[in-house]
């Protein structure tokens, strides 16, 4: 590093005024640090420790395949014609010779077959997207089930909260762009939603597409909101959520020399410059490549947008797949009163679209409420050890599959030869029962593993090894695991229930505790108290079990 | 001719010529009425019907009842026509194997031969609309294609998607793939609408857009190389986001525990 070689004058001069730069590129430097302190920002980031873990790089997908849509989409933007004026098609592909279309369609099949490359960077955008959003939901699932979103890192998750729902949105949004017979669908869903918002949706339509569907308006809206606004805020989001990872530091696993006020792992500067860079061109090699293989969205099968027609399979890139979800499976419900309909049939799936992306997004908070927990945590909880956060989770996980089902209910009765009313009543059931059934199994599941980890801290790993004792009793020997494993597996602090203040005061005054404090207590004992967590082994138990007479 | 002429005013000069306009008109009659020909087609017309009604009471019968007038097994096939039963009988759907909420196409079973005798017997019940003529399906114009693309998006791509690839109704019903169909095949359809399809006959449909629906499935499910790669079925963003999960993030997942397995280590002192 320069500034192992360079001298300084004097420590209250900036370092910039160093004498005597040993070459240009010193010089360089030295003019760059004087006016951005850049030596300082090194000083303190180069070196930076990050711990070591594949489940770690999960961001790193998601910021990668960010970057690859938004060079991507700079190109398409080149050629792409956000109009809704209508052309009559004139180029290579035969299918639609002669057809009239808008201008926004026409574009994107001219990107397609005849802008050298364009079909690829079509393809590259559009798989990105989809794993993009994908890769930030496991991303968030894995923060989620390590308990990586506890104090101080809650602003953080609130941060990637939003850039998961915007990338959804500015998804959708891109997805409406092409204006074909697909994505026209989709806007027109989009329009049935708002017109069933009760007293303004009319209004919010109206104003949205410049008079009635479709009008010459929601392209150019659209891109507008999908090429500038939503990046925009989605880059700032992104900064700040890169900046808060540098300035809580990374998480880590539990482990030998791993603690609270650590980080163990290899420096950035050289290591996960090179690891990071490569992964960077692994990431857009692999989209790439899938790109090369496998379509996407081909619009030119799919036809112009006509409010006429309207094909089958017309549902939405996979992240909107649980609100299609949501609509297929909800009974058609109408009120009508004093000649205005409400349409609940939409209206109420609509209501719980955004409850089941809140569910997920505020639970920090409740857990963060219900412990009382006011210290850092910066080593992460195995999903076993955290059994009602883990079944929480869990149970989120899958209703949102019960609801993807639901919204790919035609192509479950197509393909696995079912009844598509079948699986629709199976979805309306699954989103209530499914969810419940998936959280006392997994909770059940995590203690089952908690028994385990404390039957091999305390009696060792089977070995094989059978051996015959000299009055014929058969046993299998089992060793003791290194002292590294056992500091991972009884590592993990188990919290204990909150207690109700004492019901009446030193004085004797009765002092009744009020119902949310009485929630509290209650849900505390469901997270922590007995039948919630096995009682890790302590230092005692297994110095009394290795002591004594053998392993049994 | 001066011979002929100087005869003219002979008295059987009109005897000779009304026997010669006879045998000119009787000659030339002879030779084009299609008396003879008729006499044949109805004689064979006949023999198919015979047969068709034998075919027909063997495979068919124990359904559709022994004249064809159905049963609580199956429907009345008088007025049907012999493009229902092309088609049915064609495609492989007839005779059913099994009851349940939609016969499927499989393998055909009749030659092409029995299936025109069985529609020549099904179409003597009562008329119906018949077979079409290999002129009447296959199209010849290249711009009938994008014309029945329109069509096509307008009144099939609801059931059979955008590619004709099939797709879902109510309760384990489905609209079948197009792939693979035969023109005829696909013709007939429209003209008969067999099972749960509404039928498009010429007076909704004419002639010349159901040739231009033809050569637009031909060409979308046949013909043409995708020009994106793998279709992963034609059928949505469903199977994208499959792909995208399985193939797209399973990779880089893939990749992503191999990039933290391959570490520095540290150098041990």
């Known amino acids: 590093m320069s500034s192992a070689s360079s001298t300084t004058t004097g420590a209250a001069k900036p370092s910039s005024t160093r004498a005597n730069p040993a070459n240009k590129w010193e010089a360089a430097a030295d003019w760059t640090d004087g006016r951005l302190g850049i030596y300082s920002l090194a000083k303190a980031n180069l070196r930076k420790i990050f711990p070591d873990h594949w489940s770690f790089m999960l961001g790193e997908i998601c910021l990668y395949t960010f970057v690859i849509i938004i060079l991507t989409g700079v190109y398409l933007t080149l050629f792409f014609k956000p109009s809704m004026a209508e052309v009559v098609y004139n180029g290579s592909y035969v299918p639609l010779k002669g057809i009239g279309m808008s201008e926004a369609y026409a574009s994107t099949v001219d990107i397609s077959f005849e802008i050298r490359g364009g079909l690829l960077i079509r393809q590259i955008h559009h798989w990105a997207a989809l794993v993009f959003v994908a890769a930030m939901l496991v991303h968030m699932m894995r923060v989620f089930f390590t308990g990586a979103f506890r104090k101080p890192r809650e602003i953080n998750w609130v941060f990637g909260f939003l850039l998961l729902v915007l990338g959804m949105f500015d998804g959708f949004f891109g997805y409406s762009l092409p204006d074909d017979l697909l994505s026209g669908t989709g806007i027109r869903f989009m329009e049935g939603a708002i017109l069933a918002v009760p007293l303004v949706g009319t209004y919010i339509q109206m104003f949205l597409f410049g008079g009635e569907f479709p009008g010459h308006d929601i392209v150019p809206r659209f891109f507008t909101i999908h090429v500038l606004l939503i990046p925009g805020i989605m880059l700032g989001l992104l900064v700040a959520h890169l900046i808060l990872v540098f300035y809580h530091k990374h998480t880590q696993w539990a482990g030998p020399g791993k603690t609270e006020k650590n980080v163990v792992g290899m420096p950035l500067m050289p290591v996960y410059m090179a690891k990071a860079g490569g992964f960077f061109f692994l990431v857009f090699g692999i989209i790439a490549a899938i790109s090369a293989i496998a379509t996407i969205n081909p619009i030119w099968a799919y036809g112009p947008y006509r409010p006429d027609q309207v094909s089958t399979d017309a549902q939405p890139d996979w992240y909107m797949g649980f609100s299609e979800g949501l609509i297929r499976v909800m009974p058609g419900w109408e009120i009508s009163l004093w000649g205005h309909t409400l349409n609940l049939g939409v209206f109420i799936p609509l209501m719980i679209f955004p409850l089941v992306l809140v569910a997920i997004a505020v639970y920090p908070f409740i857990e963060g409420w219900i412990t009382g927990d006011k210290r850092e945590h910066h080593i992460l909880d195995r999903p076993r050890n955290a059994p009602v956060r883990t079944a929480l989770g869990a149970a989120w996980i899958s209703l949102y599959l019960v609801l993807l089902i639901g919204g790919g209910n035609d192509l479950f009765a197509t393909h696995f030869h079912l009844s598509l009313n079948s699986i629709t009543y199976f979805v309306r059931t699954g989103f209530f029962v499914v969810p419940v059934i998936t959280f006392i199994v997994t909770k059940r599941w995590c203690l089952g593993l908690q028994r385990r980890d404390k039957e091999k801290v305390l009696h060792g790993r089977e070995t094989g090894v059978i051996k015959r004792l000299p009055h014929g009793e058969y046993v299998e020997v089992h060793a003791q695991l290194p002292q590294k494993d056992l500091h991972t597996l009884t590592a993990h602090e188990q919290n204990q229930p909150i207690e109700l203040p004492a019901q009446a005061d030193e004085n004797g005054v009765a002092r009744k505790a009020g119902a949310l404090t009485r929630t509290r207590a209650k849900l505390s004992r469901g997270f922590y108290g007995e039948g919630s967590q096995i009682p890790k082994p302590t230092a005692e138990e297994h110095h009394e079990i290795t002591s004594g007479h053998g392993h049994h | 001719m001066k011979k002929l002429s100087a005869r003219r005013r002979h008295p059987l000069a009109a005897l000779v010529v009304l026997l010669l306009a006879l045998a000119a008109t009787g000659g030339l009659y002879a030779a084009f009425a299609p008396a003879d020909k008729a006499q044949a087609d109805v004689a064979a017309q006949s023999l198919a019907i015979d047969e068709g009604k034998r075919l027909f009471a063997v495979g068919c019968s124990s359904c559709h009842g022994i004249n064809g007038q159905g049963s609580s097994e199956g429907p009345s096939l008088v007025g049907v026509g012999s493009a229902a039963v092309d088609f049915q009988v064609g495609t492989g759907r007839m005779p059913a194997q099994q009851p349940g909420a939609q016969v499927p196409r499989k393998p055909k079973i009749y030659t092409q031969g029995e299936i025109d005798q069985l529609a020549a017997y099904i179409s003597s019940l009562g008329p119906g609309p018949i077979a079409p003529k290999p002129e009447q399906y296959n199209s010849t114009n290249p711009d009938d294609i994008s014309k029945g693309g ?50 498009f006959p010429d007076s909704t449909m004419p002639e010349e857009q159901k040739k231009q629906i033809v050569a637009f499935v031909r060409h979308t499910t046949n013909d043409e190389p995708n020009p994106g790669g793998l279709t992963l079925g034609s059928l949505g963003p469903v199977t994208e986001g499959l792909f995208g999960w399985i193939f797209g993030l399973g990779t880089l997942i893939a990749v992503a525990i191999w990039v933290a397995a391959h570490t520095t280590k540290a150098k041990k002192s």
């Open chain 2, 150 to 199: 329109e069509l096509f998006r307008t009144n099939c791509a609801q059931c059979h998607n955008f590619a004709g690839q099939g797709g879902a109704l109510t309760k384990g019903k489905y609209a079948p793939s197009l792939e693979g169909v035969d023109a005829k095949h696909i013709y007939e359809a429209m003209q008969t609408g067999p099972q749960n399809m509404p039928s």
